[in-house]
T-cell receptor
Framework: QQQVKQSPQSLIVQKGGISIINCAYE??????FPWYQQFPGKGPALLIA?????SEKKEGRFTISFNKSAKQFSLHIMDSQPGDSATYFC???????????FGPGTRLSVLP | DGGITQSPKYLFRKEGQNVTLSCEQN?????MYWYRQDPGQGLRLIYY???????QKGDIAEGYSVSREKKESFPLTVTSAQKNPTAFYLC???????????FGQGTRLTVV
């Protein structure tokens, strides 16, 4: 129940296309859902995050869609660029909890 | 310039040796974490600490030890009991009951 499932494992998108990564969870106590971006050899950095009281959050080209009833959330990258090529992790954290549960990651490659 | 500093960036260990990875933060964060990342995989929690002089085991604590003598520092020792220590190690921190986890740039440990 503590797992966060993530798909696809890898994704190849043409420049200018839309990249979509999906995550699903079981634990209804999760109340904070961040997405992290990681470049090779670097630590993950927060990209965008959402709480379950909203269904969508947009920051620039990045949008999180959240479906509380289905216990799913997704990351959309609009107008994908080669510089977006990285590994993306979704995560979740319980109410007032300290620990994050991470998905296994999606390796995104944006072709020029 | 606030952040988390991990050192060294690369570390080589001989069979049977203990090695210590450093993690220092100047963000005044209460909680600190150690994660292990293997190629193509997500982040697995090794140990975490919510306050000074207190820490808890994560999912894969066997063969590792930590200390939290100061709020700013959370070193990780990889002992000889850890049979497969080659991995990328990430340190992170958060404010108590806050949201974002900040990550260091990682230490790549290789057994030679």
């Amino acid at each position: 129940q503590q797992q966060v499932k993530q798909s696809p494992q890898s994704l190849i998108v043409q420049k200018g296309g839309i990249s979509i990564i999906n995550c699903a969870y079981e634990n209804t106590a999760f109340d904070y859902f961040p997405w992290y971006q990681q470049f090779p050899g670097k630590g993950p950095a927060l990209l965008i995050a959402i709480r379950p009281d909203v269904s969508e959050k947009k920051e620039g080209r990045f949008t999180i869609s959240f479906n509380k009833s289905a216990k799913q959330f997704s990351l959309h990258i609009m107008d994908s660029q080669p510089g977006d090529s990285a590994t993306y992790f979704c995560a979740a954290r319980e109410n007032y909890g300290q620990n994050f549960v991470f998905g296994p990651g999606t390796r995104l490659s944006v072709l020029p | 310039d606030g952040g988390i500093t991990q050192s060294p960036k690369y570390l080589f260990r001989k069979e049977g040796q203990n090695v210590t990875l450093s993690c220092e933060q100047n963000l005044n964060h209460d909680a600190m974490y150690w994660y292990r990342q293997d190629p193509g995989q997500g982040l697995r929690l090794i140990y975490y600490s919510q306050i000074v002089n207190d820490f808890q085991k994560g999912d894969i604590a066997e063969g590792y030890s930590v200390s939290r003598e100061k709020k700013e520092s959370f070193p990780l020792t990889v002992t000889s009991a850890q049979k497969n220590p080659t991995a990328f190690y990430l340190c992170a921190s958060t404010l108590t009951r806050n949201t974002e986890a900040f990550f260091g740039q990682g230490t790549r440990l290789t057994v030679v």
